[in-house]
């Protein structure tokens, strides 16, 4: 399977390792872009401060990014001036499109399919592998939404589906971003223009909109909000809800176990793990089952870890691969 990857920026050079951690697993990188130093391009994906060194050398020359063995064409073009001509398929991880309308820049560039890594606004398809995957259709221009859309809808859907929700409140307890200054700045909102890596700073997440996009009839029932902490990798999911079937303690943690094994969304540990325990985890939500309660009142408590970019970049792959097989179908 041949893909295009727009971008190489956190997500994109996140693709890329995960591909080279599984061996490129039947894709092939056929086009890379982005408007960036090539050199500098190549030095962050060789060496990374949140997952390690790559261990194998990365070098750009002659329009050619080489990673090992591997040899893949690399072009500095603005916008959607990528040429995916030989792809199956296109990964845009530039960040550039906000909304649908935007997005349909791609139609006009005349390529086949694309999966974007963010969320957008307007009327479009947002899939989450794990929620929502059967509304994927023939749409050939689909978002995958964020990475805490991704981890929060998994659950969601999975409580749903099997003792049903009433209500309900998350919070993402996120890593600092690109989105904040490592010192104090004016901003739109004020708060997330404090410095990253010094307070943790309440805030608000984009999931919460998103969610109406993925699950329509759930969103409405729940509520969301963020702190963003002075960590550099790996979120988490603090989820409470009240049930529509009373749960025991018990029972949600063999609910979680039977989920991780329809598929990779769903993940668990039984240890007293800590965030940097799970860095590079494939799974979109790992239950910490010890974490699991369900008080008096019968509404239960989860929480879930998830790596921000590693896990969405694996779900970026399996979504990818969805499209293609349609399509070649």
Aim: proline share 6%.
């Amino acid at each position: 399977m041949r893909i295009a990857i727009n971008g190489l920026g956190r997500i994109g050079r996140s693709v890329l390792r995960a591909l080279i951690a599984r061996g490129f697993d039947g894709f092939d990188v056929v086009a890379l872009n982005d408007p960036a130093d090539p050199e500098n391009l190549a030095y962050l994906l060789e060496y990374d401060s949140t997952f390690g060194p790559l261990g194998v050398p990365v070098r750009y020359a002659d329009g050619q990014l080489k990673i090992g063995s591997h040899v893949i064409p690399l072009t500095q073009e603005a916008g959607t001036g990528l040429d995916p001509r030989a792809a199956d398929i296109t990964l845009d991880c530039s960040g550039q499109f906000k909304t649908f309308e935007a997005a349909e820049a791609w139609r006009h560039a005349n390529v086949g399919p694309v999966l974007i890594s963010g969320p957008l606004e307007g009327s479009g398809p947002v899939i989450v592998l794990g929620s929502n995957e059967d509304a994927l259709g023939q749409a050939d221009l689909v978002s995958m939404g964020s990475c805490t859309t991704n981890a929060t809808a998994v659950l969601l859907s999975m409580f749903e589906r099997v003792v049903g929700i009433e209500t309900g409140h998350f919070t993402t307890i996120h890593c600092y971003t690109n989105s904040q200054p490592t010192i104090d700045r004016p901003g739109a909102k004020w708060e997330r223009g404090r410095a990253a890596a010094l307070s943790m700073v309440p805030t608000s997440t984009s999931a919460t909109e998103a969610l109406g996009q993925v699950l329509p009839g759930l969103a409405e029932r729940m509520t969301g909000a963020s702190i963003r902490v002075p960590t550099a990798s790996v979120s988490a999911i603090d989820l409470v809800f009240q049930p529509k079937t009373a749960v025991t303690e018990a029972d949600v943690v063999r609910l979680v176990k039977a989920a991780a094994e329809t598929g990779p969304a769903i993940g668990w540990t039984d240890q007293p793990l800590v965030s940097s325990d799970v860095r590079a985890r494939p799974e979109t939500s790992i239950v910490a089952l010890p974490e699991i309660r369900v008080n008096a009142a019968g509404w239960v408590r989860v929480l879930a870890w998830y790596d921000n970019e590693w896990g969405f970049a694996c779900r970026m792959l399996d979504v990818s691969r969805m499209m293609v097989a349609r399509s070649a179908n």
